[in-house]
T-cell receptor
């Protein structure tokens, strides 16, 4: 079963607004990553946050990690129509996971022009 | 430089037939992963190769699924006696770090079993 669970499952906003997606997980982790997927094909890595980090920025992206609550959030500021995609969180649980990433079900973001 | 490539991009096969899916990772990446994504779902881990170590096959759903990685580079995922529930997008990824690092994904192979 998937460890990560994103919410909301779907989010529709207007261009220029901010989009916030959340991810919860169950086990302890080494790091948590966010990926983006267009049209059900290959995923593109967005950002990685390590378990000892609480916040990370990359351009219009801001990721937070709360290991006590086992949750993370991805904020996209000043959204654009081109941000329309599915967004997945993925956790690396280190040795116990056999070096795999465990993906959540994803949030489908639609940015309306 | 070239990214991860996969072939074919689409494959339609009849139930009961065998299929082979190919993945060419980024040159120099020692870690290679196969995932499966059913319609509207997240990614399901299938198998992981790291260098010359024994692969982690714990995600393979049945003994009809197998994979190999020749010469530490190209990998082939084979599904024998395909079933309709095998229909999905099969994604390959490679990583420079042995574990837990950023993964670079190929475009996937969309498999349809009729």
């Amino acid at each position: 079963s998937q460890q990560g669970e994103e919410d909301p499952q779907a989010l529709s906003i207007q261009e220029g607004e901010n989009a916030t997606m959340n991810c919860s997980y169950k086990t302890s982790i080494n790091n948590l990553q966010w990926y983006r997927q267009n049209s059900g094909r290959g995923l593109v890595h967005l950002i990685l946050i390590r378990s000892n980090e609480r916040e990370k920025h990359s351009g219009r992206l801001r990721v937070t990690l709360d290991t006590s609550k086992k949750s993370s959030s991805l904020l996209i500021t000043a959204s654009r129509a081109a941000d329309t995609a599915s967004y997945f969180c993925a956790t690396d649980a280190g040795e116990t996971s056999g070096s795999r990433l465990t993906f959540g079900e994803g949030t489908q973001l639609t940015v309306n022009p | 430089g070239a990214g991860v490539s996969q072939s074919p991009s689409n494959k339609v096969t009849e139930k009961g037939k065998d299929v082979e899916l190919r993945c060419d990772p980024i040159s120099g990446h020692t870690a290679l992963y196969w995932y499966r994504q059913s319609l509207g779902q997240g990614l399901e881990f299938l198998i992981y190769f790291q260098g010359n170590s024994a692969p982690d096959k714990s995600g393979l759903p049945s003994d009809r699924f197998s994979a190999e990685r020749t010469g530490g580079s190209v990998s082939t995922l084979t599904i024998q006696r395909t079933q309709q529930e095998d229909s999905a997008v099969y994604l390959c990824a490679s990583s420079l770090e042995p574990s837990g690092g950023e993964q670079y994904f190929g475009p996937g192979t969309r498999l349809t079993v009729t």
